[in-house]
C-alpha cells in the first residue's frame, strides 16, 4: 500500500503543480470596436460638393498654433493634395496674460475682415519734437517698414522701433509694443519733466484703468517701484521704461529717451498711436479660413463677410498631438464666401465640420 | 477435477519436501544435449518498433499480432496441457519417486562439478536459468518450489512429468507439462527437438560451476483485481480548426492519466483522472482596426493559441486474451488553461509580442471524447498500446477564432500503462 500511495501523491503533486502554473493568465482584448472618423468637413465650395474624412483617401488633420503679427492663431488644417480647408481663431485680450479661455469662446465668431483704413500711422511729424528730428526710420517686428511715415493695416500686436537722426546728425533708437486691431485693457501715457540740475521725474498720465504696481528701469537697471520715478541724470541720453502692471491684469511696457541736455533729442513715446486705433475692429476671436482646391487658394479675409459667421455647436477636449500640445474638436456649422486671390472669384462655402484646434 | 490454489500450493509443498535425488552426472551429459539455444533477449526496441508500426498500420487495430519472441520465456517448450492431461501429471506428481544414488559413488563426480555431494533434484533442463537457488544447509536439501506468478522454475521428478502450473495474467492458474520424464532412472523427453538448438550445458549456463544453490519458497497467490495505474501517452491529432492557411491542421497530443482498475475476469473496467496536453498552431484570432484621428491607423490583433491543456476523466473497459488487450471507452475533458502568444501591430510595425497563458473562454467548457485502443501487455505490470480517440463536441466556441473548426477531430495516441496491483 505505500507504493501506491506514493504514486497517488506524485500524481496529485503534479495536478496541483499544473493548476498552480495555470492561475497567471493573459487577458485578452475584446474585439476592437469599429471607429469611424473624428475630424470631417462635409458641404458645398461654389457648385461643388465635397467630403473630407480624416483617414480616408489621405486625409489628414494637423493641428497647430499660428503667430500672425505677433498674435497667436489656434489653427487646424483638414484635407490631402487636392482639398484642404484650413480655420484659425484668433487670440483675445492679448494684453491679458494668460486671459484668454476656451470656455469663453463666444458660440457664434465673426470672421477676421482687413479694415478699409490703416489701424495706425507712424509719422515723424507726429512725434513733438520733430522739429528737431532730422529722418525717422521705422522697423516693425524688426523689418524696417519706411522712413519718416509709415501705415500699419493689419491688426497685431507690433514692435515697433524709432530709428530718430537728430538734425545734428545724432541717432538714437527708441521701441515700444503696440497693440492695433484687438482690444486693449489697459492704456496711459508716460511723461517726464527734466529740470536744468538734472533732476528727472516721470509718470504715468491718462492711465484707463488702475494701475496695480510699476517697474522703472533706467538704462535697463531697475532704479525704482514707486508710481513715479525721481532721480538725476547727467547730460546724455537715457532710456527710461516703465512696465506697468494693471489692476485688471493687463501688463504694458513704455519706454522714452530722455535728453539730459536739454536740447531737445529726446523720443517720445510713441505708443500713444495706438489709441487712434481703439475705436476701430477687433480681431479677437475672430476666425480666419482659407481652402486651397485645385491649386486655387480661396481667404475669408478678402471677401465680404459682414453677414457671414461661424456657429460653434460643440467645442471638447480632444487629446494630443504628436507635438504634445492640447487640441480641442469643435464641431461647427460655417457660411462663408471665400475669395480667389489671383482672379479674385468669391465663391460662397457652407459645410459642417468636425475640426481639430490647437489650444491653451 | 479443478484445483484450487491452495491445493496446487500444497501439492507442490509436499512433493518438493518429499523428493530427493541424488545427482546423476549421466543425466546432465542428457540434458545437456536437449537444452534449446537461448534467443537474444531483444528487449523495449523491439516493442517500440512493433507499436510503431502498428500506429503506421492503423488497420491493425483489431488483428492479434502473434507474439513469436521465444525468449520471453524460458520455457519454450512448455505447451498447455489439456484438463485431462493435467490430471494425469498430477498423479504422477503426487507419486514422485525419489531417487538415491551411492554417496560414495557420486562424490568423485560431485568434487570435480564442484558440488559438495549433495542430494539435490534436478530441474528441468530448459528452465536450468531459472532455478532457485538453494541455500546450503547441512549439505542435503530439498528444494521445495512454488512460483506465484511465472513459475518459470520447475521441478523435474525422475519416473514423474513434472507439473508446471503458471499463472496467466488474469491471475488464473494454467497447467503446463514439463517436457522432461524420467523413466528407469533415465531421462526421456518429449519435446520436439526440431525447435530446440543445443549447446554445451557448461558454455551456456555454467550450471556445474554453481558452487552453490539457494532455496526459495514461493507461494502461490492469486492476482488481486484492484490496481492502481498510471498511463502515458503521446501522439498526433487533428486539430482543432481545419484550415491550413495559419499552420498545420495537425496537433501533438500528450496525456497522462491515473486511476483505479479493477479486473474482473477477462473485462477490466478502468476509472481515473488525468490532463492532456494539445498543441497546435493554427488557432487564431487575427483582429484589425483602424483607429481614426489626425489620421489613421490600421492596429492588428494576432492571438495565436499554440496548446490547451485539458483535465480529463477517463472511464474504459478493455477485455483481455492473453496478452492481447482491447478496450473502449469514453473521457470527459475540462479545459483548464490554454497556451496564447500576442502580437500587437501598428501600421503594420510590431508594437507588442508577448507569450502567456489565458483563461479557456475559447474553447468549449466541457468537451466528450470516444476511444477505442489495443494494448499489449509486456510485463505483469506494464502494457503499451495505441488508442484513438475523437471529440463529440466541437472543441472551439468563439466566432472570433478564425477558420473551419473540426467538428469532430481525431487523434491518436501510443500509451505507456503501469499497474500497481493491490496486495491481497
Request: aromatic content about 10%.
Amino acid at each position: 500500500m505505500k507504493k501506491e500511495m506514493k504514486y497517488t501523491g506524485m500524481i496529485l503533486l503534479l495536478f496541483a503543480m499544473m493548476l498552480v502554473s495555470s492561475c497567471k493568465k493573459k487577458t485578452i482584448e475584446d474585439p476592437m470596436t469599429v471607429s469611424s472618423p473624428i475630424f470631417t468637413a462635409t458641404g458645398n465650395l461654389g457648385s461643388e460638393s465635397f467630403l473630407l474624412e480624416a483617414g480616408n483617401n489621405s486625409v489628414f488633420m494637423s493641428t497647430y498654433i499660428n503667430v500672425s503679427n505677433g498674435v497667436q492663431v489656434y489653427s487646424g488644417k483638414l484635407g490631402n493634395d487636392q482639398m484642404e480647408i484650413e480655420i484659425g481663431i484668433h487670440e483675445s485680450n492679448i494684453d491679458l496674460e494668460g486671459a484668454f479661455s476656451i470656455q469663453n469662446l463666444p458660440t457664434s465668431l465673426d470672421f477676421a475682415a482687413l479694415p478699409s483704413q490703416p489701424l495706425a500711422f507712424l509719422s515723424k511729424d507726429l512725434l513733438p519734437n520733430s522739429m528737431f528730428i532730422q529722418e525717422v526710420r521705422w522697423f516693425i517686428n524688426g523689418v524696417f517698414s519706411g522712413v519718416n511715415d509709415v501705415e500699419i493695416i493689419e491688426p497685431g500686436k507690433y514692435n515697433v522701433c524709432a530709428e530718430v537722426k537728430f538734425l545734428d546728425e545724432t541717432e538714437a533708437t527708441l521701441c515700444n509694443d503696440m497693440i492695433l486691431g484687438f482690444a486693449v485693457n489697459a492704456s496711459c501715457k508716460i511723461r517726464h519733466i527734466l529740470q536744468s540740475n538734472g533732476f528727472l521725474k516721470v509718470w504715468l498720465d491718462e492711465s484707463s484703468t488702475p494701475i496695480d504696481h510699476v517697474l522703472w528701469y533706467l538704462d535697463d537697471v531697475l532704479v525704482s517701484e514707486n508710481l513715479s520715478l525721481d532721480t538725476t541724470i547727467d547730460t546724455d541720453n537715457h532710456l527710461v521704461s516703465a512696465n506697468i502692471y494693471y489692476q485688471n491684469g493687463a501688463h504694458r511696457k513704455k519706454s522714452i529717451l530722455v535728453d539730459g541736455s536739454l536740447s531737445g533729442k529726446l523720443i517720445d513715446d510713441f505708443s500713444v498711436f495706438e489709441n487712434g486705433s481703439v475705436s476701430q475692429m477687433k480681431w479677437d476671436n475672430s476666425v480666419i479660413l482659407k481652402v486651397k482646391k485645385n491649386g486655387l487658394v480661396y481667404s475669408s479675409t478678402a471677401a465680404d463677410n459682414t453677414s457671414s459667421s461661424i456657429q460653434l455647436l460643440s467645442l471638447s477636449y480632444y487629446g494630443k498631438n504628436s507635438a504634445g500640445k492640447d487640441v480641442y474638436k469643435c464641431i461647427a456649422s460655417v457660411i462663408v464666401n471665400v475669395r480667389e486671390g489671383q482672379s479674385g472669384a468669391v465663391l460662397p462655402l457652407n459645410f459642417t465640420t468636425t475640426f481639430g484646434l490647437e489650444m491653451h | 477435477m479443478n484445483w484450487t490454489d491452495e491445493e496446487l500450493d500444497q501439492l507442490f509443498s509436499d512433493a518438493a519436501n518429499n523428493a530427493t535425488v541424488e545427482y546423476n552426472d549421466a543425466y546432465w551429459k542428457d540434458i545437456e544435449g536437449m537444452l534449446p539455444v537461448r534467443k537474444k533477449r531483444k528487449g523495449l526496441l523491439w516493442w517500440m518498433g512493433s507499436a510503431g508500426a502498428l500506429v503506421f498500420f492503423g488497420s491493425l487495430l483489431l488483428v492479434q499480432v502473434p507474439f513469436t519472441n521465444k525468449s520471453t520465456f524460458a520455457n519454450q517448450a512448455v505447451r498447455e496441457l489439456s484438463n485431462e492431461s493435467a490430471k494425469q501429471s498430477n498423479e504422477r506428481l503426487s507419486s514422485t519417486v525419489s531417487v538415491k544414488e551411492n554417496k560414495a559413488e557420486s562424490t568423485a563426480e560431485n568434487q570435480q562439478t564442484g558440488f559438495n555431494n549433495i542430494p539435490i533434484q534436478k530441474t528441468n533442463a530448459a528452465e536450468v536459468n531459472n532455478l532457485p537457488k538453494v541455500n546450503q544447509s547441512n549439505g542435503n536439501m530439498a528444494v521445495k518450489t512454488t512460483d506465484e506468478s511465472k513459475m518459470k522454475s520447475q521441478l523435474v521428478q525422475p519416473n514423474a512429468q513434472s507439473l508446471n502450473p503458471i499463472a496467466d495474467n488474469s491471475g488464473k492458474l494454467i497447467e503446463k507439462e514439463s517436457p522432461f520424464e524420467v523413466q528407469d532412472d533415465k531421462l526421456v523427453t518429449e519435446v520436439n527437438e526440431e525447435n530446440i538448438s543445443t549447446l554445451p550445458l557448461i558454455d551456456l549456463y555454467g550450471f556445474h560451476q554453481l558452487p552453490e544453490l539457494i532455496s526459495t519458497s514461493y507461494k502461490l497467490k492469486t492476482r488481486s483485481p484492484h490496481a492502481l495505474y498510471v498511463e502515458v501517452g503521446v501522439g498526433m491529432g487533428q486539430s482543432p480548426i481545419l484550415s491550413s492557411e495559419n499552420g498545420s491542421g495537425m496537433a501533438k497530443n500528450y496525456g497522462l492519466q491515473f486511476g483505479y482498475s479493477h479486473q474482473k475476469s477477462k473485462f477490466r473496467f478502468s476509472s481515473g483522472l488525468g490532463i492532456s496536453l494539445q498543441q497546435f498552431n493554427n488557432v487564431y484570432i487575427k483582429e484589425r482596426s483602424l483607429i481614426y484621428g489626425y489620421g489613421v491607423n490600421s492596429v492588428d490583433n494576432h492571438y495565436r493559441f499554440s496548446s490547451l491543456l485539458r483535465f480529463e476523466v477517463p472511464l474504459s473497459i478493455s477485455y483481455q486474451m492473453n496478452r492481447h488487450i482491447l478496450s473502449a471507452g469514453m473521457s470527459l475533458s475540462f479545459p483548464i488553461v490554454s497556451g496564447v502568444s500576442y502580437t500587437k501591430f501598428i501600421d503594420g510595425n510590431i508594437s507588442i509580442q508577448e507569450k502567456g497563458y489565458t483563461s479557456t473562454e475559447f474553447f468549449k467548457p466541457f468537451g466528450t471524447e470516444a476511444q477505442i485502443g489495443y494494448a499489449y501487455q509486456i510485463g505483469s505490470n506494464w502494457e503499451i498500446g495505441i488508442k484513438v480517440q475523437m471529440q463529440l463536441i466541437n472543441p472551439i466556441d468563439s466566432e472570433r477564432i478564425i477558420g473551419k473548426t473540426n467538428a469532430l477531430p481525431l487523434s491518436g495516441q501510443m500509451t505507456l500503462r503501469k499497474t500497481i496491483v493491490f496486495k491481497k
